[in-house]
């Protein structure tokens, strides 16, 4: 390894932070926008946004959703219609007030979010019972005016999908809250390599407007929590606002129950810092842009970028994402930039490789050699590429179980979070506590994990406990 | 045909504006959102726009193009940084002027192409020969405060794709403009199986910042032009303003030259209006949401809903986007319904059909039925939506080569305008004679086809033509 190169990124364990800010700009995946707050997204980063989007287009299609476009720009009066709505993103949203040469009568928001449209579209569309369930979805870029920003984690602008659905009971709604719960799981383990820990949210952290919003909880390297996705069970809170009525089989008007769900770019976030090392990236298969990087060792010499180049041919018919690195670069130069750029396998082909029919094969997550023939390539790679999936899958579980610790004191809550772990505690269920440890420790409360069976007393007061909770500091 | 059900669209050749505007509505292709202008896309318009997306990509990324994302909000200032650019785009801009709770410093427009907030960026991002070209594309959400809108053909909002490109050399860059140009003009063909006419733009109606904007031009039903994509040569305009500069193999700086090109939502107007009827949509099958209904023919009797299943899972097998009709309606409504939808192909059946081992199936674009084996759909059914495909192209193209006309003056371009047709005549190449056919035939200089041999006189002032132009009524 190359010393010179690799300090260019900060200390993973020293300064987690600015290993992050390095990796995500050096491996050319984002650069800042020149409004502050905003982002740009590289090819590099835009290309893993398009491997997670057709991923979970294909499981939300399987779960009955049709993509729709909606509007930009909202009008303000429609924040105001719900209560608890628009106190909770007044201060974040975007305003815009003139257009086409003139001041405009009413301001416009920028979607931070379309409860507020959907719900005023959907409530002209159904109209009979008919009509439901109405499950759409649609993936667009959303706006909310943060004052500390990060690449992907928390930026004015990001790209996102978000699910909009009414329901004609409340049975049928939850089950959709709690199902596409689900997918987001099944995705984040299946596809990013990312356990996940599930589960309801607090009054205080649950999303404006919803009667509960249930969440999902990643563990980063240092230790701190990223939330990854979250559905929200919104009643009749939005149906009763926008006027979602349906009539029923039995002739009279009655509210349907809605939902939401959404991820975002954030999840790109959560990729680098669940699996980054001080190389820099490490990308789980089925996200990386590139699967595979074929590097000609000794390229001078004759036959060695030809012979690199069928191997490239032979990994694309097996459906593989390979590229050759025929740069005027050495041999070990790509190997530093490729491995920082998180590569999940490098092939290494140089004349004596090609005598004995053989190629080195090196693992980002382990980077352990092995040589494989060249004749079998087409069908060990595809099979290696399963294998690095699951392995990374594994070993983020492992680690971040063993980053998972009780506590029954405030203090055990703090010495917990500050060594990087995930604390769970019983807690009475009031605000003050909640805040207390906010305050004292500053963690939040993740999720909830009452089925997990809730403790006796409150980590914090010490009076009866309601509630098991997953305390962290986050993202 | 259910008279009742089909004069609900008007008239196709009596009032084709309304025409437009019943069969977008009434087959929930879109409807019209909150704010004035602005377009809701549903889920069936959205399918369309989807498959579009899926072929355009698949073009764009074999001829280079990588996919990244851009901010939405680009500073006032960006824009008077090229002269001609923010002239022609500063009255149709929407304004952000608070966020976060309060004024901002400067002003923020929501983008309505993006070549001054990319500019900036590939200014940072180019240092050396080495890392031109650079060829991305976003897909993305535009805003353009206009005056008159429709749907899909002009909204405050819509959504497209735009490519941005830098390359070294001028040569290099008018490539990559044609090529793009004969991108768009192959997928017209192919995929939305609408002929075009490709050219140069006049200097009035070239894109605000270019050197020179290549057109393509759709014919609708009318006989009115829809331009359905540009290419732009921008030369060293943008490289100039946004100091795009690069350090050549010689030593010296140099500045780029960069081309844009791009195409929207409107394309699917184009599809609507170039192939409509007065039964409603007409799809080509490699664009459509659904190419294949099978409707149940007497239901109720034993085995007619299972044997459609079996169809649909047979064509569903066959890489066909096929559906079955099981609602409570009678066949006669929908096959009405699914006409207005302009689903390609149609498939009855019903006992006898069964007993007899073969299926209706009729084609939206002629209407003929035909009897086709059960057991060969699997096989028949997609080459016929191949065949459907060509056909719809050749019809096309043959209605359209009949309304193309010469003329050689004034009046003669008005009376072929009013007959809706294209008419190509000579031009000095000066704005006042560009301006006199605005005025007294409302109509536009669509492109130059200079190729085809410049007339020897201007059709209005009959002085020495100069180019051979098409002028049309255009949307």
Same mark, same amino acid.
Do not use: N
């Given at each position: 390894m190359d010393k010179q190169f690799v %300090?260019?990124?900060? &200390?993973v364990n020293e300064n987690f932070a600015q290993w992050y800010t390095d990796v995500v700009l050096k491996t050319e995946l984002v650069d800042y926008g020149p409004v502050k707050g905003t982002m740009v997204i590289r090819p590099y980063g835009y290309a893993i946004w398009e491997n997670i989007q057709k991923d979970l287009d294909v499981r939300f299609k399987e779960n009955g959703a049709k993509n729709a476009y909606f509007p930009l720009l909202i009008p303000m009066s429609y924040f105001t219609k719900e209560a608890e709505h628009v106190e909770g993103f007044a201060p974040e949203v975007a305003v815009v007030t003139h257009a086409g040469g003139g001041k405009l009568e009413e301001p416009l928001a920028i979607?931070?979010?379309s409860e507020t449209i959907i719900g005023t579209m959907y409530s002209k569309w159904i109209?009979?019972?008919? &009509?439901?369930?109405v499950i759409m979805n649609q993936w667009c870029n959303v706006m909310r005016w943060e004052k500390t920003t990060r690449p992907f984690l928390r930026t004015s602008e990001f790209l996102w999908q978000e699910g909009h659905t009414v329901f004609a009971t409340e049975e049928e709604a939850m089950e959709n809250t709690m199902r596409m719960l689900e997918v987001y799981k099944t995705f984040a383990e299946e596809t990013l390599a990312i356990p996940v820990i599930c589960g309801r949210k607090t009054e205080k952290e649950k999303f404006a407007g919803a009667v509960a919003t249930f969440g999902m909880e990643a563990m980063m390297l240092d230790g701190k929590s990223l939330q990854a996705g979250t559905s929200h069970y919104l009643g009749q809170n939005f149906s009763k606002s926008f006027d979602i009525k349906y009539l029923d089989k039995d002739g009279t008007l009655k509210y349907g129950y809605t939902t939401s769900w959404g991820v975002s770019t954030r999840l790109i976030g959560a990729v680098i810092m669940a699996h980054g090392d001080q190389r820099g990236l490490v990308l789980p298969p089925l996200v990386a842009p590139v699967q595979v990087v074929i590097v000609p060792v000794a390229?001078? %010499?004759?036959g060695v970028n030809e012979k690199a180049n069928e191997i490239e041919e032979t990994l694309v018919k097996a459906g593989v994402r390979a590229e050759t &690195?025929?740069?005027?670069?050495?041999p070990g130069w790509k190997f530093n930039e490729w491995e920082m750029k998180g590569v999940p396998v490098r092939i290494e082909i140089g004349p004596r490789d090609i005598e004995n029919g053989t190629a080195v094969v090196v693992r980002r997550d382990g980077l352990d050699k092995t040589f494989v023939k060249i004749d079998e390539l087409g069908k060990a790679i595809p099979e290696l590429l399963l294998t690095v999936q699951k392995d990374m899958l594994l070993r983020s579980r492992e680690r971040r179980d063993k980053k998972i610790i009780e506590a029954n004191s405030l203090d055990g809550i703090l010495k917990g979070v500050e060594g990087q772990n995930f604390v769970k505690a019983g807690w009475c269920g009031c605000r003050e506590c909640e805040d207390k440890v906010k305050e004292v420790a500053q963690a939040t409360a993740r999720v909830l994990c009452d089925e997990e069976g809730v403790p006796e007393? *409150?980590?914090? *007061?010490? %009076?009866?406990?309601k509630h098991k909770v997953i305390f962290a500091r986050a993202y």
């Open positions: %300090k260019e990124i900060a &200390d979607r931070p979010t109209q009979s019972y008919r &009509d439901l369930p390229a001078h %010499k004759g &690195d025929y740069r005027d670069m050495s007393t *409150c980590a914090v *007061c010490g %009076k009866p406990a």
